[in-house]
């Protein structure tokens, strides 16, 4: 087993890296199984921080934040499409009541 496959701080990396692809190609099954990588190298880290590499880990920190602002684009530009497309996702509201339910909007596209 090699040194990259057993540092945490370079699977954190790495997952980071393949994070970021994905995001970029628009591949869901890649950003799914960078994200699981990416949360097994947080377990690990957790569980033995590498405080001695504190400014590695600021570094990787920043590269998840950035990684966060992508997917937040991501996102927002997927509502607006489905905005535009005449769907909205559900979102979950409460009535005077109290009680939850399920508020939907939709934008007809054409008339017949």
């Not at 945490?8 to 994200?35: F, K, V, Y």
């Not at 590695?56 to 966060?68: C, D, F, P, Q, V």
Request: glycine share 4%; aromatic share 2%; net charge positive.
């Amino acid at each position: 087993m090699t040194a990259a496959m057993t540092d945490p701080l370079q699977q954190l990396s790495d997952a980071l890296d393949g994070e970021r692809q994905a995001l970029i190609d628009h591949d869901i099954p890649a950003l799914i199984a960078a994200t699981g990588r990416k949360l097994e190298a947080l377990r690990v880290l957790e569980a033995q921080p590498p405080l001695e590499q504190a400014e590695r880990l600021r570094e990787l920190a920043e590269r998840n934040r950035a990684n966060g602002a992508l997917l937040s684009r991501r996102r927002r530009e997927v509502s607006w499409t489905l905005r535009q497309l005449g769907r909205s996702e559900n979102a979950s509201a409460y009535d005077a009541k109290g009680q939850s339910q399920q508020l939907h909007t939709r934008r007809s596209l054409a008339v017949a």
